[in-house]
């Protein structure tokens, strides 16, 4: 369940986004000013933030609600960060690839 979760979220969320901004004209504007270091950083952060804080949802109800055993937390971090970054490197691939948020059919 975390992992269906989780790749629904963060694919949808940077794939929609950055198609949006394109289509609004605002990475036109942002390639008018000169970049700096932490432009990247500033629209992938809130990204592994909501999907951690869905991570914690997630195995939160599974011990709480149906008392799911939780064993070896460092391990299960390490792969829910790899994880999530892998989703969010798909949904930015997508983002590049696709024109419009939405296919216009004729």
Same mark, same amino acid.
């Given at each position: 369940?975390l992992?269906?979760?989780?790749?629904?979220?963060?694919?949808?969320?940077?794939?929609?986004?950055?198609?949006?901004?394109?289509e609004?004209?605002?990475?036109?504007?942002?390639?008018?000013?000169?970049?700096?270091?932490?432009?990247?950083d500033?629209? #992938?952060?809130? @990204?592994i933030?909501? !999907?951690?804080?869905? +991570?914690? %949802?997630?195995?939160?109800?599974?011990?709480?609600?149906?008392?799911?055993?939780?064993?070896?937390?460092?391990?299960?971090?390490?792969?829910?960060?790899?994880? #999530?970054v892998? @989703?969010l490197a798909? !949904?930015?691939?997508? +983002?590049? %690839?696709?024109?419009?948020?939405?296919?216009?059919?004729?």
């Amino acid at each position: 369940m975390l992992g269906v979760i989780l790749t629904m979220t963060m694919v949808l969320m940077t794939s929609m986004a950055l198609t949006r901004e394109r289509e609004r004209g605002l990475t036109r504007t942002c390639s008018r000013c000169p970049p700096r270091d932490r432009d990247h950083d500033r629209k #992938i952060t809130p @990204n592994i933030a909501i !999907g951690f804080v869905q +991570s914690v %949802i997630v195995l939160l109800a599974a011990k709480l609600i149906f008392s799911v055993p939780m064993i070896g937390p460092c391990a299960a971090f390490g792969g829910t960060c790899a994880f #999530i970054v892998a @989703n969010l490197a798909v !949904g930015y691939t997508f +983002s590049t %690839i696709a024109a419009t948020q939405l296919r216009r059919c004729r």
